[in-house]
């Protein structure tokens, strides 16, 4: 008599918790995070477009973006945004965060980096 082995192919197991099998290629192998994101945002955004679910991009950053209106002493700056502002700041060397122009916009605070900031609408009413 002669011995034979039982042979049991390997099963396969799936990832667990993220990770990946050796070998395997993920699905947005050489693209950052950040663009596959905005990939997918913009394509299920267009999707919703077609069905006429929402009638405006509502679901792209920014689109919703105020003009706001700086006031410090007797000058008035103008920033399409607080989140430009900031930007635009940052590179004169001046540091303040968008969240803290967005909360003085918002009457939530007196002032951010003594600078008076409103909305473009508030503006015309204070005036």
């Not at 267009?46 to 000058?75: D, F, H, P, Q, T």
């Not at 989140?83 to 967005?102: C, E, H, P, T």
């Amino acid at each position: 008599m002669e011995n034979y082995e039982l042979y049991i192919p390997p099963v396969l197991i799936n990832p667990v918790n993220g990770r990946f099998r050796k070998g395997h290629i993920p699905f947005n192998k050489g693209i950052p995070m950040r663009e596959w994101m905005d990939r997918r945002k913009i394509s299920r955004v267009k999707k919703y477009l077609e069905l006429g679910r929402i009638k405006r991009n509502v679901m792209i950053a920014g689109s919703n973006r105020k003009k706001v209106i700086a006031i410090k002493g007797e000058k008035l700056i103008a920033y399409p945004s607080a989140v430009d502002a900031a930007k635009i700041l940052r590179q004169k060397g001046i540091r303040i965060s968008a969240s803290n122009i967005s909360s003085v916009c918002h009457k939530k605070k007196a002032k951010a980096g003594n600078y008076e900031w409103f909305f473009e609408n508030d503006l015309n009413n204070k005036l």
